[in-house]
T-cell receptor
Framework: AQKITQTQPGMFVQEKEAVTLDCTYD???????LFWYKQPSSGEMIFLIY??????QNATEGRYSLNFQKARKSANLVISASQLGDSAMYFC????????????????FGKGTLLTVNP | GAGVSQSPRYKVAKRGQDVALRCDPI?????LFWYQQALGQGPEFLTY????????KSGLPSDRFFAERPEGSVSTLKIQRTQQEDSAVYLC????????????FGSGTRLTVV
């Protein structure tokens, strides 16, 4: 079974509008972390935002916020006031605290969503 | 430098050739990771170093893949007898600790095996 599912291969948004990128996850570990990364065409993975499974409040970082719904196992990324420079691939990832063999450092990524911001 | 540096940026290898990919992590970062990103996919874990110790190599696809970090800083990922299925972007990431909130990734090496 997929541990991280991103159902939107591509998304389009008008500049200055908000957009939500979907992510659902699957784990039986009670302690885990959820990450969002941005990958522009240049290739590097840029860390955007982190949500811990025990965090009471949704994470926010500037124009990025994470809509964390634990019971539904979803961790959607919301980008407010989209900018042309937001056009990129976006990856959701999970790190389980007690991964197999104690590997609590591995990131498991989804397949990504390609966001295009139109002027 | 300020970020994680990877070289070469692009590598074209003939099938059967050996290649070596280099990663310069951020100075002082103890943890170093290699990930493989196939076209249209998310990155997949290959191996993990804590200083010079390779603590996990469970993601290496075959014994043709070998990674080292002899002095706890620069790391090299070596692929012997390259095959077409090895074509991918190889990403290196580093962090102060294995459980850091956000690993810093390099721009990757795009390997094409022809």
């Amino acid at each position: 079974a997929q541990k991280i599912t991103q159902t939107q291969p591509g998304m389009f948004v008008q500049e200055k509008e908000a957009v939500t990128l979907d992510c659902t996850y699957d784990t039986s570990d009670p302690s885990y972390g959820l990450f969002w990364y941005k990958q522009p065409s240049s290739g590097e993975m840029i860390f955007l935002i982190y949500q811990g499974s025990y965090d009471q409040q949704n994470a926010t970082e500037g124009r990025y916020s994470l809509n964390f719904q634990k019971a539904r196992k979803s961790a959607n990324l919301v980008i407010s006031a989209s900018q042309l420079g937001d056009s990129a691939m976006y990856f959701c990832a999970m790190r389980e605290a007690s991964g197999r063999g104690g590997s609590n450092y591995k990131l498991t990524f989804g397949k990504g969503t390609l966001l295009t911001v139109n002027p | 430098g300020a970020g994680v540096s990877q070289s070469p940026r692009y590598k074209v290898a003939k099938r059967g050739q050996d290649v070596a990919l280099r990663c310069d992590p951020i100075s002082g970062h103890v943890s170093l990771f290699w990930y493989q990103q196939a076209l249209g996919q998310g990155p997949e874990f290959l191996t993990y170093f804590q200083n010079e110790a390779q603590l996990d190599k469970s993601g290496l696809p075959s014994d043709r893949f070998f990674a080292e970090r002899p002095e706890g800083s620069v790391s090299t990922l070596k692929i012997q007898r390259t095959q077409q299925e090895d074509s991918a972007v190889y990403l290196c990431a580093s962090s102060f600790g294995a459980q850091s909130y956000g690993y810093t990734f390099g721009s990757g090496t795009r390997l094409t095996v022809v």
